[in-house]
């Protein structure tokens, strides 16, 4: 589940609403302020990875790589979906997750930065050793016994790609310049490093939000975050830690604007 506001409440006179990624990702809900109901959204393409609002339309990415957009502007719980777009999906993150496909997972995010509405690819593989090789389930067994090595899923790999708006396709990103991107299991955004001097430049911190695979072993879960540097593929920890295990999870609070930029 998944909530996003459509505007700041206290910049829109009470004119906002509450918008709900909810039923395993198969609905996206509408709630106005002040209303007494829900609106659910005629949608065509769920499960969805990701919904965002962006310049008064509302996004959703589906699992095909197609995105539904509504326009917000009508207000009222009234919306009008103004287009339905199945994309090709990067053929670089194509070609990788060919490469990898036994062995790892993706996760999608949109995010806005600066303006731009960005589609971030998050690579997750399914087993990683303590010195980051990825690891097949036939890996995990030892040569001396039967039982599988403890070896819990990890991110260790990021594209990022910008919506060309006039040619309806996704344009490789190198880099972030200024900006830093958050991702995880609440609302992803994109920060200035200008208003964040502590934050890492050009690069993505990430938390874990691998929901199915905390459920699927008691050993391991809640554990996969970190810092990803786009420009030179880095990775390292936010802060050194021991345990596989996290209950709950971890997210993002983040700060009013007013208070980063004061």
């Known amino acids: 589940m998944k ?8 910049n829109n006179n009470g004119n906002y609403g509450l918008v709900l990624l909810c039923n ?58 103004k287009s339905d777009i199945v994309f090709q999906f990067p053929d670089r993150s194509l070609a990788k997750l060919n490469s990898l496909r ?29 010195d980051g090789t990825l690891l097949s389930e036939y890996d995990l067994l030892t040569e001396d016994c039967n039982h599988p090595k403890v070896c819990p899923y990890r991110t260790f790999l990021f594209h990022v790609y910008k919506m060309d708006f006039k040619e309806l396709k996704w344009v490789e990103m190198d880099t972030l310049g200024d ?3 958050f991702v995880g299991g609440n609302q992803s955004i994109s920060v200035s490093t200008r208003c964040l001097l502590n934050c890492g430049k050009d690069c993505i911190y990430f938390s874990d939000d691998c929901w199915e695979k905390m459920e699927e072993d008691y050993l391991y879960g809640g554990h996969d975050m970190g810092i990803y540097n786009l420009s030179d ?30």
């Not at 997972?105 to 593989?125: H, K, N, Q």
Request: negative net charge; proline residues 6%; hydrophobic residues 35%.
């Open 179 to 181: 900006c830093t991107l």
């Open 24 to 81: 395993n990702s198969e609905e996206i809900a509408y709630h106005a302020s002040g209303s007494n109901y829900w609106t659910v959204l005629e949608a065509s393409h769920p499960p969805y990875q990701d919904i965002i609002c962006h310049e008064n339309h509302l996004y959703a990415l589906s699992d095909n790589n197609s995105i539904e957009v509504w326009d917000l502007r009508n207000g009222g719980g009234r919306f009008e979906k």
């Open 3 to 10: 909530a996003i506001l459509t505007k700041k409440p206290e």
């Open 102 to 130: 036994d062995v790892c997972t993706m996760r999608f995010y949109l995010v806005e930065s600066c303006g731009d509405l960005l589609f971030v690819v998050r690579f997750i593989g399914d087993y990683v050793d303590w």
């Open 233 to 262: 593929g880095s990775l390292k920890p936010i802060y050194e830690f021991s345990l596989d295990k996290i209950q709950p999870p971890t997210c993002w609070i983040i700060p009013d604007p007013a208070v980063l930029e004061s």
